[in-house]
């Protein structure tokens, strides 16, 4: 180690640099040495430095003589000058003409490698440590007959980290005069110098990472360690996040904090520290670069307090980072990566507006239906390249309401050789690339022709991705499911047309039922009355006739009056009246007047006459009054044949009525002259009606748009029935009622009939022709005030005559029936409602406005009387099928499971009757030759079972016959042995025979009972075994038998 100031030449760092600088600035003039501090070298200098290799300096000097010094940073300086000066006579400068400068300058730390620059036209070249310098450096230019000229070299040596400490050796260049440094030895920081130990080294190691499956709502969790193996004891350390790759809005949260950078204080040598780091996916993107995480020390850092701005210029740090990933693709791309749920598609084009479909028999193409997808990330990829990633398929699924299996819908694909491949239907597949616009919709057709039948069905669109065994939406998704309908079956008329019956009465419901329910807002109806064979019938005198105007059948007989045009005048009977332009005559037509002729009667006796039937205008113009015949009241001919009438369905009389398959309406007869009607026959017609050459768009439709294939045509006829012996029902509504508290009182319906009977003018003898059904309160706060009233008016009694106030009187048939009634009340209505000031009466003379009001009158029905009600009555044969086709035609779905059931007449009831009873007929048949075989069977069963248990029997009973039999054999060998032993001894006890006798008698006896009971006790034992043996068989017996 050298010393500034030491009495021992060989240390001292003054006689070393002027030993060697005082022979090597080109004179051999004394160095002399001073302290001052400079910088290391002006600007204008340094801007021209050049970068050297010091180690080729210091091979050239390696012969020479090396000082080291050795010293510690902390704010202390190491500094020395060297100055040298050289005089000549002739001086010239170029450069520094005229020039005097002086320059003082200080840098610390790093900021020049190698420097090069000029003094006395030769060039030095000097290595600067990355150390504190200064260095003072005067040029002097003097011109005149004596140029002076010097240099100064000289160096500082320092460092602020109190923890530095360098070891320097010093070479002496003699080609400069300069001194060239070598740190060999120390240790340094911020930031750490060649050839020393580092203080501050920080590492940094990922320890774990997540899997390359991470969920996009799931954290992506990396566990680090942070460690410094320098030599310092205590370190600060910056631990941050590179985020100039992180576009996409990545969150980095280090230890559960939010995290961009954090700073570590007293990181102590070789200690691990541990950490965690979270990264949470941005808002839109699955994937990103992976991002650096990096270590570094605090005074390299710019974010530090304690950074040192000219340490972050140096090209050597110790900063150290590691890359944050859990997805490698190559050796050079590195990925955070979380797992993309399966791609989405969205319904488009028609399906997307109407949320559903139809296809029908209108539909372009019947055989097909698009399909139209959005891919929402068709900016990225098609569908088809999504299958390079997890992507597999985008199916169609289908099936039909109620099922539970979904099903593949599939698509034919042209071949380019013409020919067509049915696939299924794949948005991702290959062959669908090309039908995915730019902007990410794709179509295809769903085969429907002889693949799927006619229901209604629910679609969806999957895509299906690798299963990665998390949440569903993961691995797949689903659109909506959308509903629809195939049908392409149109409806049909489903048998006749209701009533089934001809005659139909005026105001009774005409209907046509479907084998669907039908809509009721789209088809025309032309309804046709055809009132041929009707002429009119009216009064003579209009005045003074009190009969309105009728139609009626030609066949009928009415009076005869004839008119002609032609000039009559004296002729015999032939009046002309005023203001008429034709001569009239009714008597002496032929023989007197002609009171009761036919239509056709009547008319050819006019012609007879050189004249004709008198029109209606004539009639009513009073053109016929004063010829001689008839009354003025009396009903005669006219020659008006009525015209058919023609409605359609907006026309007011016309009412349309839809009820499920039932299509129906009636004409309201309120809106038309009945008497007109009657009799007359209908033609109808219901579909599509084109008219002066113009298309109709209407049809009958049903509920899926399918128009009938060819319209529906019946005919009926209006049931000629007696109108005076018919009544009347209709409601009415009724204001200012004074008695109605109580609607159900007798008051109550006597002000009703009281009302109506004032406003018709009806006698006090007709009072009960008006009947009140029911009544209901109609006010809104229950006070009875309004009222609504079913009325019915009953025909005129035929036994008397029927009475106005006004005192004219008539027989019943020329008064008012009840339909005429109800007319001259609706006029009543209508006139108080127009505010006329007038009513009425049933003559149709004015009277004077009531105080009640009848607010309406509606729901008019015409009742025929007992007689009549046979000519609108079903026939009995037909009741049945009415009424099902009346309840048919109510259904409203195929899902009422009686719909598929078939409407069958009489005929084919019969029928299916008997195939029903011919068929049970054998069943039974059946039934009975199987339960024959059963029984035959059942015998054959119990009879082998009989024959097993009597041969079980017979084998028990023969083996106790051979126990029984071996018993007395054995008995008998063992008597005969007892014989044989007695007879041996006989003779040695024949002395003992006497006295024995007694006894062997009384033991040949006990022997033969014993044998006695034996054989009882065997016979005893088998009567047991087949008593069992019978029960047993008896109890198997009966149990197969029940």
């Given at each position: 180690t050298f010393e500034s100031n030491t009495n021992d030449p060989s240390k001292s760092i003054n006689d070393?640099?002027?030993?060697?600088?005082?022979?090597?600035?080109?004179?051999?003039?004394?160095?002399?040495?001073?302290?001052?501090?400079?910088?290391?070298?002006?600007?204008?200098?340094?801007?021209?430095?050049?970068?050297?290799?010091?180690?080729?300096?210091?091979?050239?000097?390696?012969?020479?003589?090396?000082?080291?010094?050795?010293?510690?940073?902390?704010?202390?300086?190491?500094?020395?000058?060297?100055?040298?000066?050289?005089?000549?006579?002739?001086?010239?400068?170029?450069?520094?003409?005229?020039?005097?400068?002086?320059?003082?300058?200080?840098?610390?730390?790093?900021?020049?490698?190698?420097?090069?620059?000029?003094?006395?036209?030769?060039?030095?070249?000097?290595?600067?440590?990355?150390?504190?310098?200064?260095?003072?450096?005067?040029?002097?230019?003097?011109?005149?007959?004596?140029?002076?000229?010097?240099?100064?070299?000289?160096?500082?040596?320092?460092?602020?980290?109190?923890?530095?400490?360098?070891?320097?050796?010093?070479?002496?260049?003699?080609?400069?005069?300069?001194?060239?440094?070598?740190?060999?030895?120390?240790?340094?920081?911020?930031?750490?110098?060649?050839?020393?130990?580092?203080?501050?080294?920080?590492?940094?190691?990922?320890?774990?990472?997540?899997?390359?499956?991470?969920?996009?709502?799931?954290?992506?969790?990396?566990?680090?360690?942070?460690?410094?193996?320098?030599?310092?004891?205590?370190?600060?350390?910056?631990?941050?996040?590179?985020?100039?790759?992180?576009?996409?809005?990545?969150?980095?949260?280090?230890?559960?904090?939010?995290?961009?950078?954090?700073?570590?204080?007293?990181?102590?040598?070789?200690?691990?520290?541990?950490?965690?780091?979270?990264?949470?996916?941005?808002?839109?993107?699955?994937?990103?670069?992976?991002?650096?995480?990096?270590?570094?020390?605090?005074?390299?850092?710019?974010?530090?307090?304690?950074?040192?701005?000219?340490?972050?210029?140096?090209?050597?740090?110790?900063?150290?980072?590691?890359?944050?990933?859990?997805?490698?693709?190559?050796?050079?791309?590195?990925?955070?990566?979380?797992?993309?749920?399966?791609?989405?598609?969205?319904?488009?084009?028609?399906?997307?507006?109407?949320?559903?479909?139809?296809?029908?028999?209108?539909?372009?193409?019947?055989?097909?239906?698009?399909?139209?997808?959005?891919?929402?990330?068709?900016?990225?990829?098609?569908?088809?390249?999504?299958?390079?990633?997890?992507?597999?398929?985008?199916?169609?699924?289908?099936?039909?309401?109620?099922?539970?299996?979904?099903?593949?819908?599939?698509?034919?694909?042209?071949?380019?050789?013409g020919s067509a491949d049915s696939l299924t239907i794949d948005f991702a597949a290959e062959y669908a690339y090309k039908e995915e616009s730019d902007y990410g919709y794709s179509s295809l057709k769903w085969a429907l022709a002889n693949k799927v039948p006619e229901g209604t069905y629910e679609i969806r669109v999957d895509t299906e991705c690798d299963q990665l065994g998390g949440p569903a939406d993961m691995d797949s998704y689903s659109t909506s499911i959308l509903s629809g309908v195939i049908d392409l079956t149109p409806p049909e008329q489903y048998g006749a047309a209701l009533p089934l019956r001809e005659s139909i009465l005026v105001g009774e419901e005409i209907a046509a039922v479907f084998t669907e329910p039908v809509r009721c807002e789209a088809f025309d109806l032309a309804v046709t009355a055809h009132l041929d064979g009707l002429s009119m019938v009216l009064c003579g005198q209009s005045d003074k006739c009190n009969l309105k105007p009728k139609l009626m059948p030609q066949s009928s007989r009415y009076g005869v009056r004839c008119c002609s045009e032609e000039d009559k005048g004296g002729v015999e009977d032939w009046v002309k009246n005023d203001g008429c332009d034709v001569w009239a005559k009714s008597k002496g037509l032929d023989n007197g007047c002609h009171i009761a002729e036919t239509y056709e009667d009547a008319k050819a006796l006019c012609e007879m006459n050189g004249a004709r039937l008198c029109t209606r205008d004539e009639l009513e113009a009073d053109c016929t009054i004063g010829t001689g015949c008839y009354k003025t009241d009396q009903l005669v001919w006219s020659s008006n044949m009525f015209q058919d009438v023609e409605l359609d369905r907006n026309d007011p009389p016309i009412q349309i009525s839809c009820d499920g398959r039932k299509v129906g309406f009636q004409i309201d007869p309120a809106q038309i002259n009945v008497e007109d009607w009657i009799g007359a026959k209908l033609t109808v017609e219901m579909g599509k009606i084109n008219t002066a050459g113009i298309e109709s768009p209407s049809n009958v439709f049903d509920m899926n748009g399918n128009p009938i294939a060819r319209n529906v045509k019946f005919e009926k006829t209006v049931g000629n029935i007696d109108l005076d012996q018919a009544s009347t029902s209709f409601t009415v509504t009724l204001k200012q009622m004074s008695n109605c508290a109580d609607v159900s009182s007798e008051v109550c319906l006597g002000e009703i009939k009281d009302k109506i009977q004032s406003l018709l003018k009806l006698s006090n003898n007709d009072y009960n022709r008006i009947e009140v059904e029911t009544v209901s309160d109609a006010s809104t706060n229950g006070s009875g005030e309004s009222v609504s009233a079913r009325i019915r008016i009953l025909p005129a009694d035929t036994t008397r005559r029927l009475r106005h106030q006004g005192g004219i009187s008539a027989t019943v048939s020329n008064t008012k029936h009840s339909v005429g009634l109800f007319r001259a009340l609706k006029s009543a209505v209508e006139a108080e409602q127009g505010n006329a000031g007038r009513v009425l009466d049933a003559t149709g003379a004015e009277s004077s406005k009531m105080d009640a009001m009848i607010v309406n009158i509606k729901d008019m029905k015409i009742l025929p009387s007992d007689s009549d009600m046979k000519l609108v009555t079903t026939d009995p044969e037909l009741k049945e099928e009415e009424e099902e086709l009346y309840h048919y035609g109510s259904m409203k779905g195929d899902d009422d499971i009686r719909v598929s059931q078939p409407i069958l007449n009489k005929v084919e009831r019969q029928a299916m009757v008997d195939e029903i009873e011919k068929k049970e007929r054998s069943m039974v048949e059946e039934m009975k030759e199987e339960s024959k075989s059963r029984e035959e069977a059942m015998e054959a069963h119990n009879e082998a079972m009989m024959n097993e248990m009597k041969k079980d029997e017979r084998n028990m009973v023969e083996e106790m016959k051979e126990e029984s039999k071996s018993r007395e054999e054995a008995m008998e060998a063992h008597n005969e042995a007892m014989m044989n032993e007695m007879k041996e001894e006989k003779v040695a006890m024949m002395d003992k025979i006497e006295r024995m006798s007694n006894v062997e008698d009384a033991l040949f006896r006990e022997l033969k009972e014993s044998k006695e009971k034996l054989l009882q006790f065997e016979w005893m034992a088998v009567t047991l075994v087949c008593v069992g043996i019978s029960l047993a068989a008896f109890i198997t017996l009966r149990r197969n038998w029940t």
């Open positions: 070393w640099f002027a030993g060697y600088g005082a022979n090597d600035m080109n004179n051999e003039e004394s160095v002399k040495i001073t302290d001052q501090a400079a910088g290391v070298a002006p600007p204008s200098l340094a801007s021209e430095k050049e970068a050297l290799d010091n180690e080729v300096l210091v091979g050239e000097v390696k012969d020479k003589p090396v000082k080291r010094i050795q010293f510690s940073g902390g704010g202390n300086l190491f500094s020395m000058t060297m100055d040298k000066e050289k005089v000549w006579d002739e001086v010239q400068l170029s450069c520094w003409e005229g020039c005097n400068k002086e320059t003082d300058n200080n840098i610390k730390g790093p900021g020049l490698d190698e420097l090069s620059f000029k003094v006395f036209g030769v060039g030095i070249e000097t290595e600067f440590l990355p150390l504190d310098f200064n260095i003072h450096a005067v040029h002097e230019s003097t011109k005149g007959e004596t140029d002076t000229s010097s240099t100064s070299i000289g160096f500082v040596l320092g460092d602020e980290d109190p923890q530095d400490e360098f070891v320097v050796d010093l070479y002496y260049d003699d080609k400069f005069g300069t001194v060239i440094f070598k740190t060999v030895a120390g240790q340094s920081k911020c930031p750490h110098e060649k050839n020393t130990a580092a203080i501050e080294d920080p590492r940094i190691t990922v320890t774990r990472r997540p899997s390359q499956h991470v969920f996009p709502n799931e954290d992506m969790v990396f566990e680090l360690e942070m460690t410094n193996v320098g030599v310092g004891e205590e370190s600060q350390f910056i631990l941050y996040t590179q985020h100039r790759d992180n576009d996409s809005g990545l969150k980095f949260f280090l230890d559960g904090n939010n995290f961009a950078a954090e700073e570590f204080t007293n990181i102590r040598k070789d200690s691990t520290y541990k950490k965690t780091l979270v990264i949470q996916r941005g808002p839109v993107s699955y994937q990103y670069s992976a991002p650096d995480i990096g270590l570094e020390s605090a005074c390299e850092d710019g974010s530090s307090s304690i950074n040192d701005l000219t340490a972050s210029v140096f090209d050597e740090t110790k900063s150290v980072s590691q890359k944050l990933y859990n997805v490698q693709e190559d050796d050079d791309t590195f990925l955070i990566k979380f797992v993309e749920p399966c791609p989405k598609v969205e319904w488009a084009g028609e399906l997307n507006r109407d949320r559903h479909f139809v296809v029908n028999t209108n539909s372009d193409d019947p055989d097909n239906l698009e399909v139209i997808v959005f891919n929402p990330n068709h900016g990225q990829a098609k569908l088809h390249n999504m299958t390079s990633d997890r992507l597999q398929n985008v199916f169609l699924y289908y099936r039909e309401v109620g099922d539970l299996h979904w099903s593949k819908g599939r698509t034919e694909i042209v071949n380019d050789d």
